[in-house]
Antibody
Framework: QVQLVESGGGVVQPGRSLRLSCAAS????????IHWVRQAPGKGLEWMAV????????YYADSVKGRFTISRDNSKNTLYLQMNSLGAEDTAVYYC??????????????WGQGTMLTVSS | DIVMTQSPDSLAVSLGERATINCKSS????????????LAWYQQKPGQPPELLFY???TRESGVPDRFSGSGSGTDFTLTISSLQAEDVAVYYC?????????FGQGTKLEIK
């Protein structure tokens, strides 16, 4: 079945870096744009970043631009989110989500279960 | 950035009654290329990831019960549950995918009265 599985979350100190992964299965990963969305504890959904199917085009929310980098390895069916200069405001569950029609201007039809990141000293 | 504003923030409805959630965008999300609204609705139950309910504002995702309906165009949209069931308790989000950043509404928490 179509599936996304995030990993790499945990507890990290402020100012440190971390890389999240999102492993895809059940669909042709290399033909779909994929997004990162996060949700702080008890809060709503916040869109973070998207990468095109081929990795050439990337867009970011202002809140993470310059600190976070989205990338993908289509040979491994895996999406990444490199996060630098982490702060308490980055504490959240991080979800990867597939664009329904392939293009990033589309709804998100498949979501992973999420991975929790806690930034704390 | 397109700001998405939902109303109300929370809603309590009796079982079997109608629930209505509104979503307003700060600018039109109607695509000139296909004359469709780039607006989605998601349902998020406690402890679970969001699930897509509607795309193009009113196209129901496969498996979504037909008691759910989506409507609206331009800047004003509505999610309606015609007869509330216990399993519909959740937080509902609208989202625009017209342009980046692909913003979500703040969410509407739906409970049983």
């Amino acid at each position: 079945q179509v599936q996304l599985v995030e990993s790499g979350g945990g507890v990290v100190q402020p100012g440190r870096s971390l890389r999240l992964s999102c492993a895809a299965s059940g669909f042709t990963f290399s033909t779909y744009a994929i997004h990162w969305v996060r949700q702080a504890p008890g809060k709503g959904l916040e869109w973070m970043a998207v990468i095109s199917y081929d990795g050439f085009n990337k867009y970011y929310a202002d809140s993470v631009k310059g600190r976070f980098t989205i990338s993908r390895d289509n040979s491994k069916n895996t999406l990444y989110l490199q996060m630098n200069s982490l702060g308490a405001e980055d504490t959240a569950v991080y979800y990867c989500a597939k664009a329904r029609g392939g293009n990033y201007w589309d709804a998100f039809d498949v979501w992973g279960q999420g991975t929790m990141l806690t930034v704390s000293s | 950035d397109i700001v998405m504003t939902q109303s109300p923030d929370s809603l309590a409805v009796s079982l079997g009654e109608r629930a209505t959630i509104n979503c307003k965008s700060s600018q039109s999300v109607l695509s000139s290329s296909n004359n469709k609204n780039k607006l989605a609705w998601y349902q998020q139950k406690p402890g679970q990831p969001p699930e897509l309910l509607f795309y193009w504002a009113s196209t129901r995702e496969s498996g979504v019960p037909d008691r759910f309906s989506g409507s609206g165009s331009g800047t004003d949209f509505t999610l309606t549950i015609s007869s509330l069931q216990a399993e519909d308790v959740a937080v509902y989000y609208c989202q625009q995918y017209y342009n980046s950043p692909f913003t979500f509404g703040q969410g509407t928490k739906l409970e049983i009265k």
